[in-house]
């Protein structure tokens, strides 16, 4: 079955410096999706940035980048030039198409910005 | 603002009772989605339909069901409440069904069994 794990419960970052979450997640499949979630305290879930399983090339939103590894099954987020309004809930997610559809989260990274 | 609404914001019911919560897609989506956020805890994906068929089941209880009308909107049916399943229930939705395709979510709303 597949899993996605997030084993940073919390993280804090200075304004301006710079931070990566980590996710690692598990699957037998070769064609799949990740995405990075942000939840502010309105709770409302906005995507950060999506990753095509069959692109080398590492996606990149303005600030927010990842480091795609797919042998390690690895996807982490970074976050440039942190800013206030980056705290928040992260939520990393997988899909598949695959026989079933899968929708799978982590269990989030609650990131904090010192000012 | 997504573009997708759920009501009620808010719920507060009893044990054994049964509640409907209902969810309106984004324009032109024809993909609904319904997920279960337990306190502090991470999604769970409950059930997609599209264009009114079933597509995808998730950890959906047997006390839980859904369907979706022929204008697209959503209603997640939980009957027979336990405490446990207090939460924040999100509806989504996304143009076609595919994995690929973005999901829109909405403001959700926050189930309290008391």
Same mark, same amino acid.
């Given at each position: 079955?597949?899993?996605?794990?997030?084993?940073?419960?919390?993280?804090?970052?200075?304004?301006?410096?710079?931070?990566?979450?980590?996710?690692?997640?598990?699957?037998?499949?070769?064609?799949?999706?990740?995405?990075?979630?942000?939840?502010?305290?309105?709770?409302?879930?906005?995507?950060?940035?999506?990753?095509?399983?069959?692109?080398?090339?590492?996606?990149?939103?303005?600030?927010?980048?990842?480091?795609?590894?797919?042998?390690?099954?690895?996807?982490?987020?970074?976050?440039?030039?942190?800013?206030?309004?980056?705290?928040?809930?992260?939520?990393?997610?997988?899909?598949?198409?695959?026989?079933?559809?899968?929708?799978?989260?982590?269990?989030?990274?609650?990131?904090?910005?010192?000012? | 603002?997504?573009?997708?609404?759920?009501?009620?914001?808010?719920?507060?019911?009893?044990?054994?009772?049964?509640?409907?919560?209902?969810?309106?897609?984004?324009?032109? %989506? /024809?993909?609904?989605?319904?997920?279960?956020? !337990? &306190?502090?805890? =991470?999604?769970?994906? #409950?059930?997609?339909?599209?264009?009114?068929?079933?597509?995808?089941?998730?950890?959906?209880?047997?006390?839980?069901?859904?369907?979706?009308?022929? %204008? /697209?909107?959503?209603?997640?049916?939980?009957? !027979? &409440?336990?405490? =446990?399943?207090?939460? #924040?229930?999100?509806?989504?939705?996304?143009?076609?069904?595919?994995?690929?395709?973005?999901?829109?979510?909405?403001?959700?709303?926050?189930?309290?069994? /008391?």
């Amino acid at each position: 079955a597949q899993t996605v794990t997030q084993s940073q419960p919390e993280m804090s970052v200075q304004e301006a410096e710079t931070v990566t979450l980590s996710c690692t997640y598990d699957t037998s499949e070769s064609d799949y999706y990740l995405f990075w979630y942000k939840q502010p305290p309105s709770r409302q879930m906005i995507l950060v940035i999506r990753q095509e399983a069959y692109k080398q090339q590492n996606a990149t939103e303005n600030r927010f980048s990842v480091n795609f590894q797919k042998a390690a099954k690895s996807f982490s987020l970074k976050i440039s030039d942190s800013q206030l309004g980056d705290a928040a809930m992260y939520f990393c997610a997988y899909r598949s198409e695959g026989g079933t559809y899968k929708y799978i989260f982590g269990t989030g990274t609650r990131l904090k910005v010192l000012a | 603002d997504s573009g997708v609404t759920q009501t009620p914001k808010h719920l507060i019911t009893a044990t054994g009772q049964r509640v409907t919560l209902r969810c309106s897609p984004r324009s032109g %989506d /024809l993909s609904v989605y319904w997920y279960q956020q !337990s &306190l502090d805890q =991470g999604l769970q994906f #409950l059930i997609q339909y599209y264009n009114g068929e079933e597509r995808a089941k998730g950890n959906i209880l047997e006390r839980f069901s859904a369907q979706q009308f022929p %204008d /697209l909107h959503s209603e997640l049916n939980l009957s !027979s &409440l336990e405490l =446990g399943d207090s939460a #924040l229930y999100f509806c989504a939705s996304s143009v076609g069904g595919h994995a690929d395709n973005e999901q829109f979510f909405g403001p959700g709303t926050r189930l309290t069994v /008391l």
